[in-house]
């Protein structure tokens, strides 16, 4: 298969200090390991290109962008929640990172590729309609979703997103939308706190217990998405791949493994070949620990690649590097 990978470097240009967890390090960390394994070669690797305004404004109002707008900071850094802080350049990174995903929908429609992988960053799944929040700024996977339906008349877009948090902003732009189905895996209870016990018919919450490892994991997604999926039958599966929930990341407290990301891609990739001609997007959420992150990712890329789960190359050497750097 042909697995796209897609990413900026205005990516990096985005930080909220240096002892923020959502630092530009993550992406080092995920090339490095990509790169060490052999898997980053394998693919078709393209930069993204900046959404518009047109292209955000089909998920967010004009007037919150504008709003975002003004509160970017000549120099330094501004706060807009406990969590979420920008500096000059937190935008324009965002709006690779959406424009990243609208890519990833062109490429796959197009049948330029078979699947794709986003590595960007800020990531976007918190981000709701009019709120910007959990290091988030612009609701990327939202962004794609609705561009797909714009651009390409996808009307069953299933977004399944297994990051450690709740897709909050992503059930507050689709929540009761039949043209959307929304899955979403999450430790409970555990931040945002909204949303987690919604009750729209498109919004299937899979809530895991402190503590959950891999069997609980697959059991949960095999008993709470599945059937949903083969009933709505989609026609693009978009992910949001968040690795937090990795048992080395002590972000939250879910203990999956580096294997548990390459079952959970092929389960997606196993719906998105019955009922959407392949079309999967991917795009990048949450993980933090640096090494388990490049591990984690490196086993889902492979799995969009139809590579089975496997170390390729040892140790985390380049990780290492990257975290010596910070020092």
């Known amino acids: 298969m042909i697995t796209g990978y897609i990413t900026h470097p205005d990516c990096q240009l985005h930080h909220m200090g240096p002892e923020h967890p959502e630092s530009p390090l993550r992406l080092e960390a995920i090339r490095a390991r990509l790169s060490l394994t052999g898997t980053l070669q394998q693919t078709m690797q393209t930069e993204a290109r900046p959404a518009t305004e047109e292209e955000l404004a089909l998920v967010h109002p004009v007037r919150h962008l504008r709003a975002l707008d003004k509160c970017l900071p000549e120099t330094g850094i501004v706060t807009l929640d406990s969590d979420t802080m920008m500096n000059p350049d937190s935008l324009k990174a965002a709006r690779v990172a959406a424009g990243a995903v609208i890519r990833g929908v062109d490429q796959v429609f197009r049948r330029q590729s078979d699947n794709v992988f986003c590595a960007v960053r800020p ?77 729209w018919q498109n919004v299937v919450n899979t809530p895991l217990s402190a503590g959950t490892d891999s069997a609980g994991f697959r059991r949960a997604i095999e ?93 985390d050497e380049g990780v290492v590097a990257v975290e010596g750097n910070r020092r």
């Not at 450690?164 to 899955?183: A, M, R, S, W, Y």
């Not at 019955?274 to 640096?290: I, P, T």
């Not at 388990?292 to 490196?298: I, T």
Request: net charge negative; hydrophobic share 40%.
């Open 223 to 315: 008993d709470d998405w599945l059937p949903a999926l083969h009933r709505f039958k989609p026609d693009l599966v978009l992910l949001s791949s968040g690795f937090d929930a990795h048992r080395e990341d002590d972000m939250a407290e879910l203990c999956l493994e580096d294997e548990d990301f390459h079952w959970v891609t092929r389960m997606a990739l196993e719906i998105a070949e019955l009922y959407a001609d392949g079309r999967l997007v991917s795009v990048l959420e949450g993980g933090y620990h640096l090494a388990s992150l490049g591990r984690s990712v490196d086993a889902h890329v492979k799995a969009l690649l139809g590579l089975p789960f496997g170390d390729g190359a040892g140790g």
């Open 123 to 199: 990531p976007g799944h918190h981000a709701e309609a009019t709120d910007a929040m959990g290091f988030c700024f612009y609701n990327n996977i939202a962004v794609g979703a609705a561009y797909a339906r714009e651009k390409y008349g996808a009307r069953r877009i299933a977004i399944l997103d297994f990051d450690v948090h709740q897709c909050n902003g992503t059930i507050d732009i689709f929540k009761d939308d039949p043209e959307v189905l929304v899955c979403t895996s999450f430790q409970f209870p555990f931040y945002p706190w909204r949303y987690l016990r919604s009750e």
